[in-house]
């Protein structure tokens, strides 16, 4: 199976710090993505691991580990126009180049 | 500006009817990709094309058409056989693999 787990929704407060987990099956990994969706608009690239660590954009951040399937998403000094869904994707070998496997997306709600 | 541009972004089906939907691209993206997306849930692929007049089913292809004569172009028609259109659309583009893939602003079908 190519499962991708997200937590359905999180809370935060506004300044404070997020972090978003994405499990998912290793089998043929060969990639993944982070993107940011507004409510009924379209979902925008944020970061993209394929090796083990850490990329930080800005208040952004993405970790990656290979071997345990797991990525997560860090959002530092949260701001309110940070409320949107954050999707996960994943790319496979097996799969035709390009195409991406979603998660079900984590809706970030940032109260005052 | 180089981008994706759905049209229109609001549809209504009467019963019976086929609509299409219009994607057009000006990245010069071999890739592009139909999804569909419904209330508090991920993107879910519905076609892929990776080349001119060619294309593939992705996981939720019954009742759905596509066509990939130029390379800017990948309208997808919602036939009648599709019960349940009512959904928010989104077709995508990507240039190369681990590439990210571009979105367009969507279009909202409804049900008359």
């Known amino acids: 199976g190519q499962n991708i787990d997200q937590p359905t929704e999180m809370t935060a407060t506004e300044g404070a710090i997020v972090q978003i987990n994405c499990t998912y099956q290793t089998s043929g990994f060969n990639g993944l993505f982070w993107y940011q969706q507004h409510a009924g608009e379209a979902p925008t690239f944020l970061s993209y691991?394929?090796?083990?660590g850490l990329e930080e954009k800005g208040r952004f951040s993405s970790f990656l580990s290979r071997s345990k399937g797991y990525s997560y998403l860090l959002l530092k000094e949260l701001q309110m126009k940070d409320s949107a869904s954050y999707l996960c994707a994943v790319s496979r070998i097996t799969d035709s180049w390009g195409k991406l496997q979603f998660g079900a997306g984590t809706q970030v709600v940032v109260t005052p | 500006d180089g981008g994706i541009t759905q049209s229109p972004k609001y549809l209504f089906r009467k019963e019976g009817q086929n609509v299409t939907l219009s994607c057009e691209q000006n990245?010069?993206?071999?890739?592009m990709y139909w999804y569909r997306q419904d209330p508090g849930q991920g993107l879910r692929l519905i076609y892929y094309?990776?080349?001119?007049?060619?294309?593939q089913k992705g996981d939720i292809a019954e009742g759905y058409s596509v066509s990939r004569e130029k390379k800017e172009s990948f309208p997808l028609t919602v036939t009648s056989a599709q019960k349940n259109p009512t959904a928010f659309y989104l077709c995508?583009?990507?240039?190369?693999?681990?590439?990210?893939?571009?979105f367009g602003d969507g279009t909202r079908l409804s049900i008359l």
């Open positions: 094309s990776q080349i001119v007049n060619d294309f």
């Open positions: 691991n394929v090796l083990d």
């Open positions: 995508a583009s990507s240039g190369a693999e681990r590439q990210p893939q571009h």
């Open positions: 990245l010069n993206h071999d890739a």
